[in-house]
């Protein structure tokens, strides 16, 4: 099962260059380090304007999550905005806004930088285009029918009312 959702992930947020019209982040993935503590995350511009994004270490990523309950499916409480090469990218449920630009689009060496005002603190931060996700960490829960479930159990256990951030849009 997990190799199945895994697999899902990457094949939707998989993107050559990560940026698909050369200006647009509809679609694409970014690895950003926050200059304050040099702490990694992963984000993602979803086409429709929604938003994705993780805490990562180590190599793996630990998803934000969002309350899904009265989401409905391809609908995201995340937004992002972009007028040319300027962008706001902001997750409402865990308190994460990001604004900034772009810049080399269209280039494999495209390049997000901006600051991140997360609970009141300010990081300015960089990012690089990733073309797949990473691993996603043991012990995580991935949501099946917007709740959540261990993924230690071949069905799952269900825990909380909650979708996660690296899921595709209106596959909860």
Same mark, same amino acid.
């Given at each position: 099962?997990?190799? &199945?959702? $895994?697999?899902?992930?990457?094949?939707? *947020?998989?993107?050559?260059?990560?940026?698909?019209?050369?200006?647009? *982040?509809?679609?694409?993935?970014?690895?950003?380090?926050?200059?304050?503590?040099?702490?990694? &995350? =992963?984000?993602?511009?979803?086409?429709?304007?929604? =938003?994705?994004?993780?805490? *990562?270490?180590?190599?793996?990523?630990?998803?934000?999550?969002?309350?899904?309950?009265?989401?409905?499916?391809?609908?995201?409480?995340?937004?992002?905005?972009?007028?040319?090469?300027?962008?706001?990218?902001?997750?409402?449920?865990?308190?994460?806004?990001?604004?900034?630009?772009?810049?080399?689009?269209?280039?494999?060496?495209?390049? $997000?930088?901006?600051?991140?005002?997360?609970?009141?603190?300010?990081?300015?931060?960089?990012? =690089?285009? *990733?073309?797949? $996700?990473?691993?996603?960490?043991?012990?995580? =829960?991935?949501?099946?029918?917007?709740? &959540?479930?261990?993924?230690?159990?071949?069905?799952?256990?269900?825990?909380?009312?909650?979708?996660?951030? $690296?899921?595709?849009?209106?596959?909860?």
């Amino acid at each position: 099962m997990r190799s &199945f959702l $895994l697999a899902a992930i990457g094949i939707v *947020l998989a993107s050559p260059t990560a940026i698909a019209d050369g200006l647009s *982040l509809a679609g694409s993935l970014w690895e950003c380090t926050r200059a304050s503590d040099r702490s990694r &995350f =992963v984000i993602t511009f979803y086409p429709g304007r929604g =938003v994705g994004g993780g805490e *990562l270490e180590n190599g793996e990523v630990s998803p934000y999550i969002f309350d899904a309950s009265r989401m409905k499916p391809g609908e995201w409480p995340g937004k992002w905005e972009q007028t040319g090469q300027r962008f706001t990218w902001t997750f409402p449920d865990q308190s994460i806004r990001i604004e900034g630009s772009l810049s080399g689009p269209g280039q494999a060496n495209a390049r $997000l930088t901006g600051t991140e005002t997360s609970s009141g603190e300010h990081s300015a931060i960089t990012c =690089v285009a *990733l073309s797949k $996700l990473p691993k996603i960490g043991d012990g995580l =829960v991935i949501p099946k029918n917007g709740r &959540f479930i261990d993924l230690d159990q071949d069905d799952g256990e269900l825990k909380v009312p909650a979708g996660i951030s $690296l899921q595709e849009p209106g596959r909860r």
